[in-house]
């Protein structure tokens, strides 16, 4: 997955937000047959809705997580609940915050934006994933 991120991170490859990278890696890492179309669901998702509120890479994650344990709707799913209120709690412990706004103060770089927030919260939703996939 860290490659995968890396290589959607790459600003000279691609311009996504933190959110549209985590689903691009998470689709070529998990095979999830996403087309074109569906990877503009998450550009509202950019910048914590572009206003500083939930942060890509938790909505992003979740949003693969979705993918990933959805049977049929939520009524069926209970690994996908539980990975994603894992997921959430995880990240939460982790990086000290799920809000944009915070993350950006602790965790953006001049050089890399926040490519090690991304870096970080894939290796949570990785962890989370492999779990769940047992």
Same mark, same amino acid.
């Given at each position: 997955?860290?490659?995968?991120?890396?290589?959607?991170?790459?600003?000279? /490859?691609?311009?996504?937000?933190?959110?549209?990278? %985590?689903?691009? $890696? $998470?689709?070529?890492?998990?095979?999830?047959? !996403?087309?074109?179309?569906? *990877?503009?669901?998450?550009?509202? *998702?950019?910048?914590?809705?572009?206003?500083?509120?939930?942060?890509?890479? %938790?909505?992003?994650?979740? $949003? %693969? +997580?979705?993918?990933?344990?959805?049977? /049929?709707?939520?009524?069926?799913?209970?690994?996908?609940?539980?990975?994603?209120?894992? *997921?959430?709690?995880?990240?939460?412990?982790?990086?000290?915050?799920?809000?944009?706004?915070? !993350?950006?103060?602790?965790?953006?770089?001049?050089?890399?934006?926040?490519? /090690?927030?991304?870096?970080?919260?894939?290796? +949570? !939703?990785?962890?989370?994933?492999?779990?769940?996939?047992?």
């Amino acid at each position: 997955m860290q490659k995968a991120l890396r290589k959607y991170w790459d600003k000279t /490859n691609y311009n996504l937000s933190c959110s549209e990278t %985590v689903l691009y $890696a $998470a689709n070529e890492v998990y095979n999830l047959g !996403l087309n074109e179309n569906s *990877f503009k669901m998450m550009a509202p *998702f950019s910048g914590g809705m572009f206003e500083g509120e939930t942060c890509g890479v %938790v909505t992003g994650g979740i $949003a %693969v +997580i979705g993918i990933l344990f959805t049977k /049929n709707s939520k009524a069926d799913s209970p690994e996908m609940i539980a990975a994603t209120k894992e *997921f959430k709690q995880r990240f939460l412990d982790e990086l000290k915050s799920r809000d944009c706004t915070p !993350l950006k103060e602790m965790y953006e770089d001049p050089s890399c934006g926040c490519g /090690n927030l991304i870096y970080a919260g894939g290796k +949570i !939703l990785e962890e989370v994933i492999v779990k769940y996939t047992k």
